[in-house]
Structures are given as C-alpha cells and as structure tokens.
C-alpha cells in the first residue's frame, strides 16, 4: 500500500493524538468536513475508533488518514481527511485505495459517504474509483454559524 514516498497502513494506538490533532486541523477550516472548533483533542484522541482506521504516513509523519466504519448491514461507511499541505499529491487516491482492499478483506458489499455538494476536490477523488451520488440531503448539516448545507450521499458497490 504505497504510493511514491506515502505509506498506507493501520492506525495503532499510539496514532491517537496525531489523528485527534489532524482532525482538528482539518475542523478549523470550516469547509470539507462537519467537524468545527472547538475540537478537544485529548478527548478525541481517547476515544478515536483504531479498529477500521487507516492513516498516510509520509517523511515520518501522519499526514492523512481514512476511517471505515462497518454496517452489520454489510455497507461501510466512511469518513477521510488528508492534512492541507499534503493534498493534491496522491495521498487520497492512496487511502481510498486502501478502504477498498479493507473492505474487501472484511467482506463488505458497498462503501458510502456523505460529502458538502462545494467540496469538489472530494468528489472528483470519490467519482475516480466509480462512487456514484446516491440522493441529497437538503439542509442537512447545521454550521456553528447557523448555515444549513446540504449533504451529497455517494456509494460504491464492490
Ligand atoms: C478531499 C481530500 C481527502 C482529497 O485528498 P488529496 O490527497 O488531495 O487527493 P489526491 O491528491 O489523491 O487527488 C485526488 C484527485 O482529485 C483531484 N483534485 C484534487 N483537488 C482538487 C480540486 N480542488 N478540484 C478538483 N479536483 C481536485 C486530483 O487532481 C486527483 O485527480 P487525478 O488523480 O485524476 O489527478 C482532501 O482534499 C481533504 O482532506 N480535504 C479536507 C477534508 C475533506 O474534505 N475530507 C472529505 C470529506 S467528504
């Protein structure tokens, strides 16, 4: 699971605070995913599910990582971050990849995902392995600053 100088592999529990501080990063951009500040990153890091989680490694450091979260319905879902300097260099194509060798392994029928309709870096990644949208959730995501977003449902059948 590499790609160049990026290496994918499961998270372990000493991954805890770099994905609590990833996230956190990510959340106080207020754009790609639901997550907003203020983020408590002890307590987060305490409580971030390992089990399906896989994270980039790249020069030492954790740079990405992507979470499967399996249905007993056979589905998984999932949720995925890159940190802001390593886009656009493979480190998403590199953790999808992954998710989908993961849920293969674990038996599951379909990933799917929600995703904000303006984050077209995402869905351009999701439509390159096949996802297709699913339905719209209109208003869906209520924002700290009280703005409703809709929420594009995306699937990909195995
Ligand atoms: C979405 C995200 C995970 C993509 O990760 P990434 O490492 O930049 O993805 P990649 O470098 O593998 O790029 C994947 C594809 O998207 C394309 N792409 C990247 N940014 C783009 C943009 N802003 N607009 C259009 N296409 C874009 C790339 O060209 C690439 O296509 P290619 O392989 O045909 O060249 C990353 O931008 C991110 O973490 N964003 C913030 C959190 C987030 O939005 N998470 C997803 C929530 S649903």
Do not use: C
């Not at 249905?71 to 998710?99: E, K, N, Y």
């Amino acid at each position: 699971m590499a790609t160049n100088s990026i290496s994918v592999r499961p998270a372990e529990d000493g991954d805890r605070r770099s994905l609590a501080l990833l996230l956190a990063a990510v959340a106080e951009e207020r754009d790609g995913i639901a997550a907003e500040p203020p983020i408590d990153v002890e307590k987060l890091a305490a409580r971030w599910e390992i089990d399906g989680t896989l994270i980039a490694v790249a020069e030492g450091d954790l740079v990405g990582q992507i979470h499967i979260d399996p249905s007993w319905m056979g589905f998984g879902d999932i949720g995925m971050m890159v940190a802001a300097d390593w886009r656009g260099r493979g480190v998403g194509t590199a953790l999808v990849a992954a998710a989908i060798d993961w849920a293969l392994a674990h038996g599951l029928h379909k990933l799917a995902l929600g995703v904000f309709p303006h984050n077209q870096a995402a869905i351009v990644l999701y439509r390159k392995f096949g996802f297709v949208e699913e339905g719209r959730l209109r208003q869906h995501v209520r924002r700290a600053d009280g703005q409703l977003w809709d929420l594009i449902e995306m699937g990909l059948l195995l």
